[in-house]
């Protein structure tokens, strides 16, 4: 627990950091209960990391398999990933709990803010982000397509509103050229959830699934590319090419179907999806498109 760090940070956001955990955490309400509440959302950050960790070999199980049924966590955010993956991992879709970690993680933290006296608070995990709406409060939530090269330097590619009315209490992005390896080619495929679990959980499947067969995509066994994954073998995308706008096209109409099945099956309530210039969106999004994808 020593190793958890947190700071003010000068727009009065804290960060929360501990090994791979990054979080930052807004909230505001009443005088002295976001104090209060991001006190309380700290006290339960310090022990995360050491509680999945000793889940870890659990987490790393692929779903799919007949080990990954009896798969049964102890921890409460374990048990969310867990809940979060187990409906993707069917037909013999190799998932790990893994996929749902950042989302869950938030999900826990928000559950702090979770009062009458906050307004809004959100918690933001590397980019899936918890929410909490107060009734008629409201967040505009930018969007950016390429994280790799720092979003201070970045204009925003698109922008969308989500207030208290909408079920949508989840966002998360997931796509080649984020932190996470992805298994398609999508710059980035945003997803709108009622939780941050379920979108962190289907924007790994939905990002997976942009994609073509093309021989000069870059392709590495992901533990290659870091010993640690709990892809082992499995080839993730390293580099993309400029694809033909017909290729491009095609890739993300695979993204978009896995995205409307998402929809129809109840676990998310929007996605958007973007690869090289071109955007899909489905379901009820709220988009500024004349700044997508540009």
């Known amino acids: 627990m020593s190793g958890a760090l947190r700071a003010r940070l000068g727009d009065g956001r804290w960060h929360f950091q501990h090994g791979p955990i990054d979080c930052i955490v807004f909230a505001e309400g009443e005088s002295g209960a976001a104090a209060e509440c991001i006190d309380r959302a700290w006290l339960r950050f310090q022990g995360v990391l050491d509680e999945l960790v000793a889940e870890l070999p659990l987490l790393r199980t692929d779903l799919s398999s007949a080990a990954g049924a009896a798969v049964a966590p102890r921890g409460p955010i374990a048990r969310r990933m867990v809940a979060a993956c187990r409906a993707h991992a069917t037909g013999g879709r190799f998932l790990t709990a893994m996929?749902?970690?950042?989302?869950?993680?938030?999900?826990?933290?928000?559950?702090?803010?979770a009062e009458p006296r906050i307004h809004r608070a959100y918690v933001n995990n590397g980019g899936d982000i918890a929410l909490h709406l107060a009734p008629g409060a409201a967040f505009d939530v930018g969007l950016f397509t390429d994280p790799a090269h720092g979003l201070a330097a970045l204009p925003l590619d698109g922008r969308f509103a989500i207030d208290?009315?909408?079920?949508?209490?989840?966002?998360?992005?997931?796509?080649?050229?984020?932190?996470?390896?992805?298994?398609?080619?999508?710059?980035?495929?945003?997803?709108?959830?009622?939780?941050?679990?379920?979108?962190?959980?289907?924007?790994?499947?939905?990002?997976?699934?942009?994609?073509?067969?093309?021989?000069?995509?870059?392709?590495?066994?992901?533990?290659?590319?870091?010993?640690?994954?709990d892809l082992g073998h499995r080839l993730v995308t390293c580099a993309v090419p400029l694809l033909p706008e017909a290729r491009v096209a095609q890739a993300l109409e695979n993204g978009r179907r896995a995205a409307a099945r998402e929809i129809a099956a109840g676990r998310i309530v929007a996605a958007l999806l973007c690869l090289q210039g071109q955007a899909r969106d489905c379901g009820a999004i709220a988009l500024d498109h004349q700044e997508t994808c540009p």
Request: hydrophobic share 50%.
């Open 164 to 229: 208290s009315a909408w079920p949508v209490r989840g966002i998360a992005t997931s796509g080649w050229r984020g932190r996470s390896f992805s298994l398609g080619i999508a710059d980035a495929v945003t997803v709108l959830a009622a939780s941050a679990s379920s979108a962190d959980a289907a924007a790994t499947v939905i990002a997976n699934a942009v994609d073509v067969d093309d021989p000069r995509i870059v392709r590495r066994p992901a533990s290659e590319v870091r010993d640690d994954s």
């Open 99 to 113: 996929a749902a970690v950042a989302g869950s993680v938030a999900e826990e933290l928000i559950v702090a803010f």
